[in-house]
Each structure stands twice: as structure tokens, then as C-alpha cells.
């Protein structure tokens, strides 16, 4: 078993800044890429940052976003920074885990709300 907690969301005011956490445990061999997607309300799922090698990020968080990644506690954070109204959302930890018995899935994690205030 597998399984990713995410922590961190919350209410802001424009402006403000948020960090996501996203904790991946269980029967773990390896963890590939790791990233963050959100959903705002009426909108499909969009990823935000993704961690490779070099960092992908979408276009609207460029800047301002910071993905970030602890190997040694199967972490991975996002730092908000200058949040806008528009970043609201339920935001979603995704990791490409290899299991002990080195089978290989996408692990999403339950979501964290993000409500950013104007």
C-alpha cells in the first residue's frame, strides 16, 4: 500500500503565500517524477509544477510558485507565493511511485483546498 498526505491549504488574501506539503509511505522501492495539479471550481484538472530534472510550471504560476523536493522524506512542497484569487482551487499531489514489488503506478493524493481572497 501506498499512499500520499498532503498539508498546508488554507485561506489567504491576495498577496499572501501557502506551502503545500505531499508525503508519500507505504511499500515504496523508488519515486520518479512528483508534481502538483489543481481543479478550480468548473475547470478540468491542470498541472501546476511538475519536479524533473528541470522544473516544469504552468505558465499562470511561473514566478511565483516554487515546486521543491525532499528525496530523503519522500516529500514534495509547493511554496505560493503572491497568491491571486485565481490560484483558487483544490490542489493535488501526484507521484510515479515502484512499489517493493517493483510495480509501477501514479499515486494521487485526497486534495488540499487553496481559497485565496481579493
Known amino acids: 500500500q501506498v499512499q500520499l498526505v498532503e498539508s498546508g491549504g488554507g485561506l489567504v488574501q491576495a498577496g499572501g503565500s501557502l506551502r503545500l506539503s505531499c508525503a508519500a509511505s507505504?511499500?515504496?522501492?523508488?519515486?520518479?517524477?512528483m508534481g502538483w495539479y489543481r481543479r478550480a471550481p468548473g475547470k478540468q484538472r491542470e498541472l501546476v509544477a511538475l519536479?524533473?530534472?528541470?522544473?516544469n510550471y504552468a505558465d499562470s504560476v511561473k514566478g511565483r510558485f516554487t515546486i521543491s523536493r525532499d528525496n530523503a522524506k519522500n516529500t514534495v512542497y509547493l511554496q505560493m507565493n503572491s497568491l491571486k484569487p485565481e490560484d483558487t482551487a483544490v490542489y493535488y499531489c501526484?507521484?510515479?511511485?515502484?512499489?517493493?514489488?517493483?510495480?509501477?503506478?501514479?499515486?494521487w493524493g485526497q486534495g488540499t483546498q487553496v481559497t485565496v481572497s481579493s
Open positions: 519536479s524533473t530534472s528541470t522544473p
Open positions: 507505504g511499500r515504496i522501492f523508488s519515486i520518479g517524477d
Open positions: 501526484n507521484a510515479h511511485i515502484t512499489t517493493t514489488t517493483l510495480a509501477q503506478y501514479d499515486y
